[in-house]
């Protein structure tokens, strides 16, 4: 099983500030089929079930702000908070596709 | 609008059974993988087992094969998840989502909650 290592487990930033989330799986999850890393990366506030904000790396969904953004390739994978908003505290899971499906452990959000 | 609701949840004691269902609505349910996924009591998300359009393959986390059946109903837009043998491991919120892409979920339920102890 590919395993999915997120870190750091939790960070606390100042609003406005940028918030840097890394997940690192494994082995290699690049898809040769389609030229993509399958990288996706999930939002969840307490009590919610989890929001996907971002697929294939850096993919992100409609309607999700565009301070949300994802980078990386090979094993080293990034979601970047650009100004961190009282609304983005969350716990944040990366993802893999490439070979069933693993999460990482989370990362936890606050403001600082 | 994309909707899913699971259902069946509850307090049951080891060795014991239930089936979640999760009722789907605003898409075309017969055409998208569906998935169903756990989350213990705080605690991060562990992917449970998935199931193709037809209902034709089916995939399993090991520690449920052969305890845990995922099945759906296209013409009922229903996905379900029958739990057999339960342990107190397995105690966690269950959603139920669907799977666009390759493996990406997109859209989830609310989650309906299974507790496992005597």
């Keep these: 099983d590919i395993v999915m290592t997120q870190s750091p487990d939790s960070l606390a930033v100042s609003l406005g500030e ?13 898809h040769r ?10 939002q969840q506030k307490p009590g919610q079930p989890p929001k996907l904000l971002i697929s ?10 565009d301070r949300f953004s994802g980078s990386g390739s090979g094993t ?19 993802q893999q596709s490439y070979s069933g499906k693993t999460f990482g452990q989370g990362t ?3 403001i600082k | 609008e994309v909707a899913l609701v699971e259902s069946g949840g509850g307090l049951v ?14 898409f075309t349910f017969s055409n998208d993988w569906m998935t169903w996924v756990r989350q213990a009591p705080g605690k991060g998300l562990e992917w449970v087992a998935t199931i193709n359009q037809a209902g034709s393959e089916t995939f399993y986390m ?19 998840l029958q739990t057999n043998s339960l342990r107190g491991e397995d105690t966690a919120v269950y959603f ?23």
Excluded: H, M
């Design chain 2, 62 to 80: 090991g520690s449920v094969e052969g305890r845990f059946t995922i099945s759906r109903d296209n013409g009922k837009n229903s996905l379900y």
């Design chain 1, 18 to 30: 940028r918030a840097t989330i890394n997940c690192k799986s494994s082995q290699s999850v690049f």
């Design chain 1, 108 to 110: 936890k959000v606050e």
């Design chain 1, 76 to 94: 080293d994978f990034t979601l970047t908070i650009s100004s961190l908003q009282a609304e983005d505290v969350a716990v944040y899971y990366c």
């Design chain 1, 33 to 42: 089929s389609n030229n993509k890393n399958e990288i996706a990366w999930y």
């Design chain 2, 13 to 26: 004691q080891p060795g014991g059974s239930l089936k979640l269902s999760c009722a789907a609505s605003g």
């Design chain 2, 96 to 118: 139920c989502a669907r799977e666009v892409r390759g493996g990406i979920l997109d859209y989830w339920g609310q989650g309906t909650p299974v507790t496992v102890s005597s």
């Design chain 1, 56 to 65: 294939w790396t850096s993919a992100r969904e409609f309607g999700v702000p």
